[in-house]
């Protein structure tokens, strides 16, 4: 699955997530919709050689929620040209 880095948040698989915490290596992201209390799901980052691998996603962290591509979609199209990241699997 492919993540991309778009400003400060990340997008990936349609969803959106703010940076959380970084401990050593790993960069921890919570879905938008954490603070407002209506997902709990995270994503894990960590920057390798070849630049940032996406540890876990919502493939390994299941949304309780639709993504919503249409606000992705925008986010990423006023920040085009941002770096992604691979998936470490």
């Not at 919503?68 to 770096?83: I, L, Q, T, W, Y």
């Amino acid at each position: 699955m492919e993540a991309q880095l778009i400003g400060s948040k990340l997008r990936v698989g349609g969803y959106i997530y703010v940076s959380s915490k970084v401990d050593h290596d790993r960069k921890y992201w919570d879905c938008v919709r954490t603070r407002r209390q209506e997902c709990t799901v995270r994503a894990v980052t960590r920057v390798g050689a070849s630049g940032l691998v996406l540890l876990r996603g919502p493939s390994e962290s299941p949304h309780t929620h639709a993504p919503n591509v249409d606000a992705a979609e925008a986010e990423g199209d006023a920040r085009s040209g941002m770096p992604t990241c691979k998936n470490d699997s």
